[in-house]
């Protein structure tokens, strides 16, 4: 994206003031020995350099700050109370937990991406590379669960997409500049 006149002189004007302010704060800072806080530095307690014993050559400095600690009390993530079951009995202590698992429906499915087309042969036929050609399917979008029904027809190779719907069809599942869309297409077995 090209920049305008004043987009332009913004970046200048940023650039040079960066040019000169960070070498100008290296050099009020560069023959400072003492371990009180500098120019850059902001932010961090230290004690004031009255209060404290002057060091010696070869002690460390020891400085306390705040910078990454939070200042919110903390809280025990572990506690010794049991649980709370919004709804349903509290489950036996040592014993199974019932899992509820739905039946195998008799179909298959995939997950695709589908777009549109209107030259579609019919608004009832689908283009597909990867479905047995003449299958009826069920094309459901998985974003607002809506479905609709169309045939199989065999893709050309140049085809993108995972499936091609009609525009008829395709506004029964997803508005046209949403495309493409994820679905799921199943067939009977």
């Known amino acids: 994206m090209p920049l305008d006149d004043t987009d332009r002189r913004r970046f200048y004007l940023a650039a040079l003031f960066s040019l000169i302010a960070l070498p100008a704060l290296w050099f009020a800072n560069r023959d400072n020995p003492a371990p009180r806080p500098n120019i ?11 209060a404290s014993a002057e060091p010696t050559a070869g002690t460390p400095i020891t400085v306390k700050t705040t910078i990454g600690q939070s200042n919110l009390p903390t809280l025990d993530t572990i506690r010794d109370t049991d649980p709370i079951f919004l709804d349903g009995p509290a489950p036996q202590r040592g014993g199974v937990a019932e899992i509820a698992v739905p039946t ?3 179909s298959d499915s995939i997950f695709a991406q589908a777009t549109f087309l209107s030259t579609v042969p019919d608004t009832r036929t689908c283009l597909a590379k990867v479905i047995p050609p003449g299958q009826t399917v069920t094309v459901i979008n998985l974003d607002n669960l809506r479905s609709t029904i169309c ?17 008829n069809n395709f ?19």
């Open 104 to 106: 195998a429906d008799e």
């Open 40 to 50: 850059a530095t902001a932010g961090v307690d230290l004690p004031s350099p009255a």
């Open 151 to 167: 045939r199989i027809s065999l893709a050309p190779t140049s085809q993108r997409a995972d499936i091609v719907l009609h525009t």
């Open 171 to 189: 506004v029964g599942l997803a508005d046209l500049t949403d495309a493409p869309i994820s679905v799921q297409v199943r067939w009977p077995r």
